[in-house]
């Protein structure tokens, strides 16, 4: 090879050797001193023969050998090794080639590349320590934003605070009331569409909206729940400039849980982006998992529809994944995200594929399962595999769950947006349980979803025009037979007439969040009705049942002192409710709301007790006075020898913690005569009395007081 030729190929720092036999090479090209000091039998010398001095050269003269003995044109790899000589570490990779029965031996010195690489490296590492810093500023101007926001009602206060926050913020903000009605726009949210503030047609507000109403199929259903998105955004501006941008949605809401504002904060990441799409793997798969990342997936979803092979695509959402953030760190959270990964990737077939298509959402593409029932057991079998506990690094077990949302091509939708907007929505609706779940879309869910936006507007109304009533059921004293408190039980009253029961608008009330003003509510009238039953029965509780939205809420505890205080009635006459539930999901959060309740001589019960699960560990951490044992044990306590056991084990366990114990769905006479007998303190169900309005309740303790006094 001529050395003209060679330079003019850019073949500047490696050696290149012919093979004339085995382990003798004749020297093609070299003019560098790294070759010698890896071989220097070769140094003055036309040929040589190689005395394998690079144990790692040696290992990979075995398949070259074998190679170069086959004879056909081509080549093989290394891959890159460290060498270290007298004088320098070496980073080289060999190449063993066939050309026109000619065996050639190709070493490169890659020093220059891996400087490169490292420094590239560098800079990522920077960028993403850049990425951190911009994330801590959009998390502290959305809790500075939300603070002034929801102190502030109206257009004209609002700017001067809004201004004082977001002016000279080296990020993108816009507010914009319920509506998407502009309110405000900082001036870099300008700068980053490169439009002039003052002399432009155009509005950051309008291009962020296009944007994300075309990129991602999730908009609509984000918009009609009022929920938080983070992601990213590519925009385009003809002929030359491009932009990924980071985009932070978060709705803040009144009081009443309704919409009163959208804030919009946004990022240049466009060196971010464009640093990974140097490397292909970087730019297509996500860093964490190793997964194809969003972009892979559509592009492979469009692919497939283009060639019209029927799947299934799924939507799969971590459950309480922030959490896991929040007790256990990010490191933590990552880590599971690996696991499951792998967990999923497990159950793969070959032409299927699995993405990280959000924080903690995937989307798995399925083509080897024909029918729904194919893709149920699929779902059923990833559910009981990531199920299965996780540990952290301290040892500590984690237990997820999931939800899944699946639809089909092309029985569902003809197009990659339709069908990734179908598998969404039927994600949400599986989020509806507390467990892992498969919901498959159908025309009967995108009517139940209308139904349930349907059932949220009314709701929304009921909150305003207060159609809501309290009733009250009674707990019986078993020792003495006699009422001692009751639990208030709210019930939705029609503009026709009729009852709505809780069971039907309760879950809905606490997806949306409008159960904090219902909750609001229902201890207001609780107060009320308390303040008038103390003068029929001065010692007499109300039950009041607390959500987990509610627990979560940071104003919660002020808001009962506040209760207290304008109803005039002692805080011991008032009683908290909570699930068990509660406790497991938020334990942090329980734990500092009960201590304070109970400084001011609040009491609290745990209902539902003995139907979750991990909780007895968490009796004798919080301050609790009643345990309830759910009506399921109660219900067939005459036949059922488990639920008899469960029963006395509550007991139990209840007194040796010095705790009373409540029986829920009390009916009939014999199960009353077990409680009693086996020391059950108090119970409550139809036997007693059904939950009543509020006179019959006022009536019923006339009526106690009355037998009483005969």
């Known amino acids: 090879m001529q050395q003209s030729l060679i330079q003019a190929l850019g073949i500047v720092n490696c050696a290149i050797l012919k093979r004339l036999d085995e382990d003798h090479f004749q020297v093609v090209h070299n003019n560098q001193d790294w070759f010698y000091a890896l071989a220097p039998e070769a140094e003055h010398?036309?040929?040589?023969?190689?005395?394998?001095?690079?144990?790692?050269?040696?290992?990979?003269?075995?398949?070259?050998?074998?190679?170069w003995k086959i004879g056909n044109d081509g080549q093989i790899q290394s891959g890159i090794w460290s060498e270290q000589t007298a004088n320098a570490l070496l980073r080289l990779e060999a190449i063993a080639a066939v050309s026109k029965g000619e065996s050639y031996l190709v070493i490169n010195n890659l020093e220059a590349d891996y400087n490169k690489q490292q420094k590239t490296l560098q800079i990522a590492r920077e960028l993403l320590i850049s990425n951190d810093q911009m994330q801590a500023q959009h998390d502290y101007l959305h809790a500075r934003l939300d603070e002034v926001l929801h102190q502030k009602h109206d257009l004209q206060s609002l700017q001067k605070p809004i201004d004082e926050v977001i002016q000279k913020a080296e990020i993108g903000v816009i507010i914009t009331d319920a509506n998407f009605q502009l309110i405000s726009q900082n001036?870099?949210?300008?700068?980053?569409?490169?439009?002039?503030?003052?002399?432009?047609n155009t509005s950051p507000l309008e291009i962020v909206q296009g944007l994300f109403n075309k990129q991602f199929p999730e908009?609509?259903?984000?918009?009609?729940?009022?929920?938080?998105?983070h992601g990213e955004l590519f925009w385009h501006k003809a002929p030359y400039t491009s932009k990924w941008l980071q985009l932070a949605l978060y709705p803040v809401k009144d009081i009443n849980q309704n919409t009163q504002n959208w804030v919009f904060i946004l990022s240049d990441v466009s060196r971010l982006k464009y640093l990974t799409q140097k490397n292909e793997k970087l730019s297509l798969y996500d860093t964490v998992t190793n997964l194809p990342n969003r972009q892979l997936f559509w592009q492979t979803l469009e692919h497939n529809i283009e060639t019209s092979k029927h799947c299934f695509v799924l939507y799969m959402d971590v459950k309480h994944f922030?959490?896991?953030?929040?007790?256990?760190?990010?490191?933590?959270?990552?880590?599971?995200?690996?696991?499951?990964?792998?967990?999923?990737?497990s159950l793969l077939g070959e032409n299927d594929l699995c993405a990280r298509i959000g924080g903690n959402e995937f989307g798995l593409l399925l083509q080897e399962y024909k029918d729904q029932q194919q893709c149920l057991e699929f779902s059923q079998r990833l559910i009981e595999l990531i199920e299965q506990p996780f540990y952290t690094d301290g040892d500590d077990k984690l237990q997820i769950a999931i939800n899944i949302g699946a639809a089909h091509f092309p029985s569902d939708a003809n197009d990659s947006e339709e069908l990734m907007k179908f598998a969404d929505l039927a994600m949400f609706a599986a989020k509806k349980s507390n467990k892992s779940k498969l919901s498959f879309y159908s025309k009967a869910l995108k009517e139940a979803s209308t139904k349930r936006l349907e059932l949220e507007k009314s709701l929304r109304i009921a909150?305003?025009?207060?159609?809501?009533?309290?009733?009250?059921?009674?707990?019986?004293?078993?020792?003495?037979?006699?009422?001692?408190?009751?639990?208030?039980?709210?019930?939705?009253?029609?503009?026709?007439?009729?009852?709505?029961?809780?069971?039907?608008?309760?879950?809905?009330?606490?997806?949306?969040?409008?159960?904090?003003p219902i909750g609001n509510w229902v201890m207001t009238r609780a107060a009320e009705m308390l303040k008038t039953l103390l003068q029929h029965k001065p010692g007499l509780r109300i039950s009041v049942n607390l959500s987990p939205r509610q627990v979560a809420d940071r104003n919660i505890f002020d808001f009962i002192k506040s209760v207290l205080k304008h109803a005039g009635i002692p805080a011991s006459n008032l009683e908290l409710e909570l699930t068990?539930?509660?406790?497991?999901?938020?334990?942090?959060?329980?734990?500092?709301?009960?201590?304070?309740?109970?400084?001011l001589g609040i009491s609290v019960s745990i209902d539902d007790f003995g139907t979750g699960y991990s909780s007895l560990a968490y009796l004798q951490k919080l301050p609790i006075d009643h345990l309830k044992i759910d009506r399921s044990f109660v219900r067939d306590l005459e036949t059922n020898e488990s639920d008899k056991a469960i029963v006395l084990a509550v007991i139990a366990l209840a007194h040796s913690l010095k705790l009373s114990v409540i029986a829920e769905g009390v009916e009939n006479i014999a199960q009353m005569q077990f409680l009693v007998k086996h020391q059950c303190d108090k119970a409550q169900g139809y036997l007693f009395s059904r939950p009543i309005p509020f006179d019959d309740f006022c009536q019923l303790l006339v009526m106690e007081k009355k037998n009483n006094s005969l």
Do not use: C, M
């Not at 908009?219 to 998105?229: E, Q, Y």
């Not at 922030?322 to 990737?345: F, M, W």
């Not at 068990?580 to 400084?599: T, Y």
């Open 322 to 345: 922030k959490r896991v953030n929040e007790i256990y760190g990010h490191q933590t959270g990552d880590h599971l995200l690996v696991n499951i990964a792998e967990r999923v990737s």
């Open 219 to 229: 908009f609509d259903r984000i918009v009609h729940t009022s929920s938080r998105w």
């Open 45 to 67: 010398k036309s040929s040589f023969v190689f005395s394998k001095n690079s144990a790692f050269l040696e290992y990979f003269f075995v398949d070259a050998e074998n190679f």
């Open 463 to 516: 909150i305003e025009e207060g159609q809501f009533e309290l009733y009250l059921q009674p707990i019986v004293d078993l020792h003495s037979n006699q009422i001692i408190k009751a639990e208030a039980l709210i019930r939705w009253r029609l503009p026709d007439g009729s009852l709505t029961s809780p069971d039907e608008f309760i879950p809905l009330a606490e997806q949306t969040g409008l159960i904090i």
């Open 580 to 599: 068990e539930g509660v406790l497991i999901e938020s334990f942090e959060k329980v734990q500092k709301l009960l201590h304070d309740v109970r400084s």
């Open 187 to 200: 001036p870099y949210a300008f700068e980053l569409f490169e439009l002039a503030n003052q002399q432009t």
